[in-house]
C-alpha cells in the first residue's frame, strides 16, 4: 500500500481534535497550579491592589481558553501538513505500508 494523498480536511480535523485534547490536559493541569498557587499567595495579596480571586478566575479560564487555541492551533497545523506532504508525495511518490 502506498499513501499518495492525504485529505487535507480529514488531517486538520483529526489534529485540531487531538491538539483540542492536549489543550484541555494543559488548561487543567494549569488550572490545579493557579488554584494552588493563590492559595499560596493569598496572604501577600491582602496589601495588594489585586483581588485575590483573580489568580483562580485565570486558572479556570485556562480549562476553556488552552482547548480552544490548541484546536485551532491544531487545525491549522494539521490543514498546512497535510498540504506539504501531499506535495512531497507527488515528487517522491508518496508513503509506502506494509500492513497485514
Known amino acids: ?5 492525504i ?5 486538520a480535523k483529526v489534529a485540531g481534535v487531538l491538539y483540542a485534547c492536549i489543550g484541555l490536559i ?6 490545579l497550579v493557579s488554584m494552588v498557587g493563590a492559595g499560596v499567595v493569598a496572604e501577600a495579596q491582602r496589601n495588594s491592589d489585586v483581588p485575590t480571586w483573580i489568580g483562580p478566575l485565570f486558572g479556570m479560564g485556562a480549562v476553556i481558553f488552552l482547548p480552544i487555541c490548541y484546536g485551532l492551533l491544531g487545525l491549522a497545523i494539521g490543514a498546512v501538513t497535510a498540504l506539504i506532504y501531499n506535495a512531497a508525495a ?4 508518496g508513503l509506502e505500508l506494509d500492513v497485514q
Open 1 to 5: 500500500m502506498v499513501i499518495r494523498r
Open 90 to 93: 507527488g515528487v517522491t511518490g
Open 26 to 31: 494543559a488548561g487543567v493541569i494549569l488550572a
Open 7 to 11: 485529505g487535507v480536511g480529514s488531517a
